[in-house]
């Protein structure tokens, strides 16, 4: 158990619709990193979040948003959700400040989107 | 920006071989250097990473890779697999600088089969 927390596991909608999912941090962690996995493009840097700021945007297409919460839980905004968007989303948190990237990052076992 | 190339998408290998996944990065900057393994329907799992210093890395379930800055590699070793070592493999890289600040950058994934 790497004590990051992803909520709900599986998750079926349909095209068009908005999803909300969401990560807990572990214990102390102020960054959380939201990845996305799939097939064909592999395991993708979305956002990245230090204590309730954005720190870094990656291939985050525009429907899709972020933020992190004061209790620095963060959730992932889903939005006119596509086929293509069916896929793993994980969540990771790390202690790192700001420019440490040698600490660790620690996954949660991920959200499986399947858009229909 | 960082990019990280592994060489093989699938290895398949007989129990109590020893086994070598190849990982080549990409960065005109100082980076650090992780292996993750995914296990089915897991999340990520840091088998080891490359901060600095030695360039021997060891890591857990008997694993070790090797940095080698002239030939931008870090390839993971394991002299004798065992069936449970079947999964995913996963080298990402990171930086201080550039556009990832401290955003782990993934390679496509090399999936480990081990046979009895």
């Known amino acids: 158990d790497s004590g990051v927390t992803q909520t709900p ?4 909608t349909a095209t ?3 999803v909300t999912l969401r990560c ?30 954005e720190r870094a ?17 963060s959730e992932l905004n ?10 793993l989303y994980f969540c990771a948190s790390s202690v790192a400040p700001r420019g440490a990237s040698g600490t660790e990052a620690f996954f949660g076992q991920g959200t499986r989107l399947t858009v229909v | 920006a960082q990019s990280v190339t592994q060489l093989d998408s699938q290895v398949p290998v007989f129990e109590e071989a020893p086994v070598e996944l190849r990982c ?9 250097l992780f292996w993750y393994v995914q296990y089915p329907n897991q999340g990520l799992q840091l088998l080891l990473k490359y901060l600095s210093g030695s360039t021997l ?8 890779a090797e940095f080698n800055k002239s030939q931008t590699s870090f390839h993971l070793r394991k002299p004798s697999v065992h069936i449970s070592d079947t999964a995913e493999y996963f080298c990402a890289v990171t930086s201080n600088y550039g556009g990832s ?16």
């Open chain 2, 101 to 116: 600040q401290g955003n782990l950058i993934f390679g496509k994934g090399t999936k480990l089969s081990v046979k009895p």
């Open chain 1, 78 to 87: 889903l939005s006119s959700l596509e086929l293509g968007d069916s896929a």
């Open chain 2, 57 to 64: 890395v060891k890591g857990i379930n008997g694993f070790e």
């Open chain 1, 9 to 12: 596991k599986h998750l079926i």
């Open chain 1, 24 to 53: 807990s941090p572990r214990s102390g962690d102020l960054s959380v990193y939201w990845y996305q996995q799939s097939l064909d493009q592999g395991l993708q840097f979305l956002i990245h979040y230090y204590n309730g700021e």
């Open chain 1, 16 to 18: 068009g619709q908005r």
């Open chain 2, 24 to 32: 080549n990065y990409s960065s005109s900057v100082s980076v650090y």
């Open chain 1, 57 to 73: 945007k990656g291939n985050i297409l525009e429907r899709f948003s972020a933020q992190q919460f004061p209790d620095l839980h």
